[in-house]
């Protein structure tokens, strides 16, 4: 359960560091693309280089390690399902409530 948690925490993270990279590269040269070269005669390097990568990467651990540690641990702890039947069972109550009350 723990390895599964952590496989799709990582695996989340890399497609979001990938889109986040994706989404980066398009907008700068949408903006280098607006601006004609009358109004910026300076030639700008906007793309990917080794420190914007290394900096993606390290993001990318620190995410997995923070987001995908914390269900991991809960989950190895063998509480979760016992905590998901209370939390459901409080969650219809209240909406059984809210409809007849």
Known sequence: MVRQLLTESALLAIAGALAG????QWTSRLLLAS????????ALATGL??????????TLALTVL??????????ARGELAEE??????????????SRFG
Do not use: D, E, H, M
């Not at 601006?35 to 300076?42: A, D, G, K, V």
């Not at 280089?49 to 993606?56: E, K, Q, V």
């Open 49 to 58: 280089n080794a420190r914007t990568l290394l900096f993606t990467a390290a």
């Open 84 to 97: 998901l039947k209370v939390q459901g069972t409080a969650s219809y109550r209240s909406s059984a409530q």
């Open 35 to 42: 601006l004609s070269p009358r109004q910026l005669p300076i």
């Open 66 to 75: 923070v987001c995908g540690l914390a269900p991991a641990r809960a989950a």
């Open 21 to 24: 990279l994706a989404v980066g």
